[in-house]
């Protein structure tokens, strides 16, 4: 199959596609995927961090301080946002692969797995998306930075007026759903990276979704 028809093969027949994908890995293909994904989790964190306004009450050297504080948080956001999909893939994947070989799997971690797993972020590259679209209406929030009040940058990104809005709930909301769903793709990889039978690959990827969409919907709770 071509890069293109993989990409629909995913959605139409996801079974018959992961096991082409499995059985001639296209490390670079996974990689563009993950790096598109990556690029608009970049994205969403610019789009947020651009309804939020600092105002320094604080004069002289300490609102110099305060203002690169405030710099340097808005990079480790960014870079935060870049990064934190392709160490998750690497890192979801090697514990799928992990808990594959407790069930007999006899796929490898490298190509077969990342190349397979890498597929399944097409769901989150759609739910992004909608997500940036949505975020693009959350409200302005200015934070007065006082020396009363010199943790306003780090607790500005999980503003109330920001996380309460209703498009930040269905964004959050929309990216679970895509969580879900990637992980549903990801039996199928599992199932053909790892030569496992359906109820196995299940398994393997439904322990640790379970796990995470618990504490989502924890920390939700919590905000």
Do not use: C
């Amino acid at each position: 199959m071509s890069f293109v028809n993989r990409i629909v093969g995913v959605f139409v027949s996801p079974d018959k596609t992961m096991g082409d994908i499995a059985d001639k890995p296209r490390i670079q293909e996974a990689l563009l995927i993950v790096g598109i994904y990556a690029v608009l989790g970049l994205v969403s964190t610019y789009v947020i961090s651009m309804h939020m306004t600092f105002v320094y009450s604080i004069a002289g050297s300490n609102q110099s301080l305060l203002h690169t504080i405030q710099t340097m948080s808005v990079i480790i956001r960014f870079i935060e946002g870049f990064l934190a999909p392709l160490i998750l893939w690497l890192i979801i994947t090697g514990i799928l692969h992990v808990f594959a070989m407790l069930f007999g799997g006899k796929g490898k971690y490298y190509p077969q797995m990342l190349t397979t797993l890498g597929y399944t972020d097409m769901v989150k590259i759609i739910a992004i998306i909608i997500t940036i679209v949505l975020y693009t209406q959350l409200p302005y929030v200015t934070v007065d930075i006082t020396s009363s009040n010199t943790f306003a940058i780090i607790s500005a990104v999980s503003s109330t007026a920001i996380t309460q809005s209703i498009y930040h709930r269905a964004g959050s909301i929309i990216m679970l759903l895509g969580v879900i769903i990637s992980s549903l793709l990801g039996v199928f990889a599992v199932k053909n990276g790892e030569k496992l039978t359906l109820v196995q690959s299940a398994l393997v990827v439904g322990i640790p979704l379970l796990i995470y969409v618990i504490v989502e919907l924890l920390s939700h709770a919590i905000i």
